[in-house]
């Protein structure tokens, strides 16, 4: 694979010479990202020669380094380092580094001054440094400057910039599937290219332990492989064996790497839950003594550490001893999340634990757990961060949240004066859909686009000025269940780490979509300069249908969320040349497949987007609806049912409607009386995601809408499946004439035993209700 930086300098070689100087589809000034606080167009050009110079003042190990790294992004220029002491004349043709204590600007921030005679960066510190070049090779022309080209022109400006949150972060999960430490950091490469300070490293997890511990040699003999992996949502096994760590030397290797570009590592070791990986190395440590495999299923398993064994923090601490010894950061990570207390309720030892302490409960009993980790780890001049699960039971004194399950958690815990870092699944999972588009990879579902994820507002409103300034910022979180390679995770990743990226750095006020979208068209050539499989969905036309009920015609309604382009569409197979200018939704008579694909400035930056749009007896008729669907999952009302968009992508967004712990139940008119032959209903089946099939459908007839007779003929004995876990429900053959159909789809009300959510409110969701619709 090839690294994105060698020594840093071909990243930044690839930076002078890859972005454009304007915007492609608004008119910018420029083409950073994130945003300064502060830009000034000047005068002239500065030309950068082989008679550039690079001055540092003061003299400093930290500013030689950052001067080091800027002449290695030249190659091909000279550009000679030398000193100059505080106070003394700068020299013309020269860029300028400087550290200066008396800036504004924060740790963080800098000043960068481009004027003809030559180019001056101030910071406080040499992170400042660092970061402002950042945003100078964003102002390099672009690639019609070759590499040999002997003068290069900047353009005159000023800036001062600095960020608006202290933590900016990304997160990767290396133990479901595991990564090479070449991608690691290419992945550091390219956070710290777009100034993202803190990547938080997940190490450890049912399915796989990554981190040598020398003290337990088992964890990676044993606890780094696991026999199989799943297909799938859990619906079968590949049989090959899987697994792998990093060394300490490794990860020592990363932690130095990520530290030069100014990219704090923060470990997490997972406890109590998410643990079966250790287990199955050391089963003692566990309620039952096991035994154990290393988990080969996706999900939450019930086995955790015994809170009641003494052993178990001992191996806690020793294990955390040595990782402390490894990263540096402040931070430890020690999860929290996820940890079912079935065991600890039936385990002797816990519940002795509990009578002992005082303990109510088993949330009390994690409290306790987490507290004691975190007396340990504040004993050793380390803070713990957990998810927001550890507030459950009573918050341990230090530990700052991370808000995933919503910003509830995070509100709750700025409440209680706890810093917080917010990484809500909507829409900082980056493991979730980011289009609706058919062929996205499979996902483990949600639906978070690009758009989604710049107007994302870190600080709910609900929170004082007070509160507010405990939100520390924000982290985008890639969870790899299904996501089994690294030309994967960057495409799940990039470009919505990027708008994350100003989301963290740019002040609220400062921050515009369409400004954003014209600026980032402009990276995208960067991105696969580096080989970044970045993706380019954000750039694809949503196609969606308008139901005129009256006339039951259906209007074909062309969008996309990037501004400043053509939408071009046609009609039927994928090849037809013929495009069109989409100007106004128009109208489709029959089943149609339609394809669209949008322009900007005669480029084509995303894929042609395809949709077969339906029609069938009850098309564009809205159903009665005798039950209601939840807001969370509204589609677009009670109409998705019968607008002609099949779910495809297997998202749970736009096109599914979904119920919560009740039955689905609602009446078709169809305005006359028809012959009814077939009724089709699309389900989705993901119990990852607590969605599950009905236990039964009933399907109605009637002609005046009092009196209904049950359809008869062929039901299905085995619900065929139309794409992955995506399920259709026909009855067929039922030959009666009838005006209303009334369809119940039976909801089995709770979770089932065994399942993460037993005993809470199971989902039910339906796609599109078909009548007389050809089957195959």
């Known amino acids: 694979m090839k690294r994105i930086f060698s020594g840093f300098c071909a990243a930044l070689l690839a930076l002078v010479f890859i972005i454009p100087s304007a915007g492609n589809c608004q008119k910018t000034v420029n083409n950073i990202i994130p945003k300064p606080v502060s830009y000034k167009p000047g005068k002239g050009n500065f030309i950068l020669s082989n ?3 690079i001055v540092l003042s003061p003299s400093s190990k930290e500013l030689a380094k950052v001067g080091a790294m800027l002449r290695e992004a030249f190659p091909d220029f000279s550009l000679n380092i030398s000193d100059i002491g505080q106070g003394d004349r700068i020299p013309e043709n020269s860029i300028f580094l400087s550290l200066n204590s008396a800036l504004n600007t924060g740790s963080e921030g800098y000043k960068l001054e481009i004027t003809e005679d030559g180019i001056k960066l101030e910071a406080v510190t040499g992170k400042g440094v660092f970061y402002g070049l950042q945003t100078l090779f964003q102002l ?7 590499y040999d080209n002997p003068e290069i022109k900047i353009k005159s400006c000023y800036i001062t910039d600095y960020p608006r949150f202290s933590y900016r972060g990304m997160h990767l999960d290396v133990c479901r599937h595991m990564f090479p430490v070449d991608f ?4 550091i490469d390219l956070l710290s290219m777009y100034k993202i300070n803190n990547f938080h490293w997940h190490l450890t997890e049912d399915q796989g332990w990554r981190i040598e511990i020398r003290k337990y040699p088992l964890l990676t003999e044993v606890g780094a492989y696991r026999a199989s992996t799943p297909i799938g949502r859990n619906t079968g096994d590949d049989h090959q064996h899987y697994g792998g760590f990093y060394t300490q030397e490794e990860a020592r290797d990363i932690v130095r790497y990520a530290a030069e570009r100014y990219v704090n590592v923060i470990p997490e070791i997972e406890m109590p839950g998410h643990a079966l990986a250790a287990l199955a190395a050391y089963p003692n440590l566990s309620c039952t003594g096991g035994p154990f495999e290393v988990w080969t299923k996706w999900g939450v398993t019930e086995d955790i550490y015994c809170a009641g064994n003494e052993q178990v923090f001992s191996f806690l601490e020793d294990v955390l001893t040595e990782v402390m010894e490894i990263f540096p950061s402040t931070y430890i990570h020690i999860g929290g999340d996820e940890a079912p207390k079935t065991r600890w309720d039936n385990c002797r030892l816990c519940q002795e634990r509990m009578q002992k302490e005082g303990l109510k409960d088993a949330h009390e009993l994690q409290n306790y757990f987490i507290t004691r980790i975190e007396k340990f780890l504040n004993a050793n001049g380390r803070q713990i961060i957990g998810w927001d699960e550890i507030l459950e039971g009573g918050l341990a004194p230090g530990a700052t949240v991370m808000s995933w399950r919503g910003t509830e958690g ?8 706890h810093d917080v870092i917010m990484t809500p699944g909507k829409p900082c999972y980056f493991d979730h859909y980011q289009s609706q588009a058919a062929n996205e990879p499979l996902a483990i579902g949600g639906l978070n686009t690009l758009r989604d994820v710049y107007l994302y507002e870190p600080v709910p409103e609900i929170l004082t000025k007070e509160e507010a300034g405990y939100i ?6 890639v969870w790899t269940e299904y996501i089994p390679s690294a030309s994967h995770v960057e495409y799940m990743v990039f470009p919505r780490a990027i708008a994350l990226a100003e989301v963290n750095w740019s002040s609220k006020e400062n921050r515009n979509w369409e400004d954003f979208a014209a600026r980032l068209s402009a990276h995208m050539p960067l991105l696969a300069e580096k080989e970044v499989n970045y993706s380019k969905s954000a750039c694809n036309v949503d196609i969606s249908t308008l139901c005129d009920e009256p006339s039951g015609s259906i209007r074909v309604t062309l969008s996309s969320g990037m501004p400043g382009g053509t939408i071009l569409y046609n009609t039927g197979s994928e090849t037809n040349t013929s495009w069109k200018r989409y100007k106004k939704p128009f109208t489709i008579k029959e089943t149609t497949k339609v394809n669209a694909i949008l322009r900007i400035n005669k480029e084509f930056p995303g894929n042609t987007t395809s949709r077969t749009i339906i029609v069938h007896d009850a098309s564009g008729i809205k159903p009665e609806l005798l039950t209601r669907y939840s807001e969370s999952y509204s589609a677009c009302g009670s109409g998705s049912l019968t607008d002609g968009c099949r779910a495809h992508a297997l998202s749970l967004g736009k096109d599914w409607l979904g119920f919560s712990g009740i039955n ?3 009446v078709l008119d169809l305005k006359e009386i028809k012959e009814i032959k077939n009724v089709n209903i699309g389900f989705l089946y993901n119990p990852a995601n607590w969605i599950f099939l009905p236990t039964g459908v009933e399907i109605g007839l009637s002609v005046d809408g009092i009196t ?15 794409e992955p876990v995506a399920i259709d429900y026909s009855q067929v053959a039922i030959d009666a004439k009838a005006r209303f159909i009334r369809i119940k789809a039976i909801n089995r009300g709770k979770c089932p035993d065994g399942h993460p959510g037993a005993g809470q409110d199971a989902w039910l969701f339906l796609d599109e209700v078909m009548v007389n619709y050809p089957l195959d």
């Open 472 to 477: 520390l910022g924000s982290q985008g979180n």
């Open 708 to 722: 209904y007779l049950p359809a008869g003929g062929i039901r299905p004995d085995l619900l065929t499946v139309r």
């Open 664 to 666: 689905a139940e609602f």
């Open 184 to 187: 690691i950091k290419k992945y």
């Open 140 to 146: 390099l022309p672009s690639s019609k400057y070759r």
């Open 410 to 417: 995070g509100i709750q815990a700025a409440g209680m004066k």
């Open 51 to 53: 008679e550039t110079r």
